[in-house]
């Protein structure tokens, strides 16, 4: 059965780590072939698949190819430097963070309990609204929902 097509951010990914390689591999002294060697490849062919699209990038591999090419994942793939982000809020090193126990999960999404903040005073609570306010600003989280309901 012939290989699923990789989608078209996929492509951009792939794209995208091509060129960081291309732009470094003089500076660095790498070849597709040293680079497939160091990332314990059989041959060059691994690399280039992941180059030209032919094999979706994973996070192990994106890993590799940012810290040999002295780059961050999310300079190639901001989808696998996301889920990097996300798997990284659980490292060991970190403490558990506190269970979020919403009254009704539609009404109350936060891991501080509502009592804590209705005791809080107006001008707390006021800032509190600008940081919520902004942060869902800064992720187009408002936006998405206006074109949604648009």
Same mark, same amino acid.
């Not at 030209?52 to 961050?72: E, M, V, Y």
């Given at each position: 059965m012939p290989a699923k097509p990789l989608s078209a951010e996929q492509l951009q990914d792939a794209a995208r780590l091509k060129a960081i390689f291309?732009?470094?591999?003089?500076?660095?002294?790498?070849?597709? *072939?040293?680079?497939a060697e160091h990332m314990g490849y059989a041959n060059q062919? #691994?690399?280039?698949?992941?180059?030209?699209?032919?094999?979706?990038?994973?996070? %192990?591999?994106?890993?590799?190819? #940012? =810290?040999?090419?002295?780059?961050?994942?999310? %300079?190639?793939?901001p989808t696998l430097q996301a889920k990097i982000d996300a798997i990284a809020v659980?490292?060991? %090193?970190?403490?558990?963070? #506190?269970?979020?126990?919403? *009254?009704?999960? =539609?009404d109350w999404p936060f891991s501080v309990a509502r009592t804590d903040y209705d005791a809080l005073p107006k001008g707390e609570k006021k800032r509190l609204d600008i940081l919520v306010r902004s942060f869902i600003e800064s992720l187009g989280i408002e936006s998405k929902r206006r074109r949604a309901a648009a």
């Open positions: 291309n732009a470094r591999k003089g500076a660095l002294g790498l070849t597709q *072939e040293t680079l062919s #691994a690399v280039s698949g992941y180059f030209n699209g032919k094999s979706p990038l994973h996070i %192990d591999a994106a890993i590799q190819f #940012a =810290s040999w090419l002295g780059c961050r994942v999310g %300079d190639f793939s659980h490292r060991s %090193d970190k403490p558990p963070a #506190a269970a979020v126990k919403p *009254e009704r999960a =539609s």
